[in-house]
């Protein structure tokens, strides 16, 4: 049987734009989620999730029925934010002004400074204090360990999203998972 | 079992990647390895507490969809127009003229409704209010079109009769020489108009 997601895409294809606006709302969370986690900062991980949809809309034509629609759409936004990152990488310090926005330095990018009171009740330090770690992570782990425990995505999942072998992905699980541990390790 | 051998088995574990007996013998180390159970430890809690990060997730804002959904570019088929109009821009305009032309001959064809008879003699016809009649006995030389009328033909014709929404009668008597056609619907009205202008053209 076709999955959902297949023949959506397929409806999309033909022009039916609620059958785009259905694979939209059901990824939409998770890209943002990717993106926010990424890239540390709501409004860059909004950018992240129109513009994986934009890309995936205009490539709908060549989405290989054989490949799940959700490895396709991880490696768009992962590839996505990872060209951010390497964009913003040379200009990132915390002090520097951002230049386009008046008064904005890297510490708004902190999520901290974006959680709202609400979420802050329910975001324990615990939480709080593995966010900041997966945020020291280097990209290639924080990339990997994001789709394994964020998204839940196997081993082989993320080497098809990746284009690497799972023996690669695999040593990068267990390097950040050694280094998560080793900066929580007092706390836990 | 040496440790680092151990870690990497731990970390195996964690992936739900370690065969049975492997789980035994590490789960051993484990037991004989205060360090090592420490470590594990730290290891699984770890991963429990990043899996606990999954269903506590922050959701995008809800104008989104409608800014995706704005955002997209026009759909392939709509482009595909647009490309073959940049691409032929003289069959373009060709057909937009044709277009233009059809349409108002259509119209002219719902306005008018009077009675009229084209032909290069038409002293031989005798026209009784909205009847044209050739009567027996005489011919007309050449081609006679009759449109919004009765068209009886007792004579003969040396040539096309051609009859646009209307009726034609042939008696026993009659003779024409040429064709016959029979015009009453908008398209081929149109089809016989641009043939004509055609052949307008062309012998012009």
């Known amino acids: 049987m ?22 939209v709302e059901l990824y939409k969370d998770k890209i943002f989620h990717l993106g926010y986690r990424m890239l540390n900062n709501r409004h860059e991980a909004e950018d992240i999730v129109q513009e994986t949809f934009l890309r995936v809309y205009r490539n709908l034509d060549r989405y290989d029925d054989n490949q799940k629609f959700s490895t396709w759409i991880y490696r768009i936004a992962t590839n996505l934010c990872i060209d951010r990152l390497r964009k913003r990488r040379p200009t990132y310090s915390l002090d520097a002004e951002l230049g386009d926005q008046e008064g904005t330095d890297g510490y708004s990018l902190i999520p901290s400074d974006n959680v709202t009171p609400e979420s802050e009740l329910i975001l324990s330090e615990t939480q709080r204090t593995i966010y900041e770690a997966i945020d020291e992570l280097p990209v290639k782990y924080r990339s990997v360990m994001i789709l394994r425990y964020l998204q839940d995505l196997s081993l082989q999942e993320i080497s098809e999203v990746l284009n690497m072998p799972v023996t690669t992905i695999k040593t990068r699980v267990h390097r950040g998972r050694e280094f998560l541990r080793k900066k929580l390790g007092p706390r836990l | 079992m040496e440790c680092k051998l151990a870690v990497s088995m731990m970390h195996d574990y964690l992936d739900d990647d370690l065969p049975e007996q492997q789980q ?56 595909r127009v647009i490309t073959w109009i940049r691409r032929h821009p003289a069959l373009t305009a060709a057909s937009v003229f044709l277009l233009v032309m059809l349409m108002s001959s259509v119209t002219f064809l719902k306005q008018d409704g ?90 012009r």
């Open chain 2, 24 to 79: 035994r013998d590490l789960k051993e180390h484990l037991l004989s390895c205060p360090e090592c159970r420490a470590q594990f430890k730290e290891l699984e809690q770890t991963d429990m507490l990043l899996f606990s990060l999954m269903h506590q997730s922050p959701v995008a804002s809800d104008e989104l969809v409608g800014r995706i959904m704005g955002a997209l570019p026009p759909s392939k088929k709509e482009r």
């Open chain 1, 2 to 23: 076709e999955n959902l997601e297949g023949r959506l895409t397929k409806l999309a294809l033909k022009g039916d734009q609620r059958a785009f606006a259905e694979l």
């Open chain 2, 114 to 203: 009077q009675l009229v008879v084209k032909g290069s003699d038409l002293d031989q016809v005798v026209i009784q209010g909205n009847t044209v009649i050739v009567p027996s006995g005489k011919r007309v030389s050449g081609d006679l079109t009759v449109e919004n009328g009765k068209t009886q033909v007792y004579g003969e014709v040396n040539g096309n009769v051609t009859v646009i929404d209307g009726s034609l009668y042939q008696a026993s008597t009659a003779h024409i020489s040429g064709q016959v056609k029979s015009i009453d619907q908008a398209l081929s009205w149109i089809w016989y108009k641009v043939t004509n202008m055609f052949s307008d053209v062309a012998y």
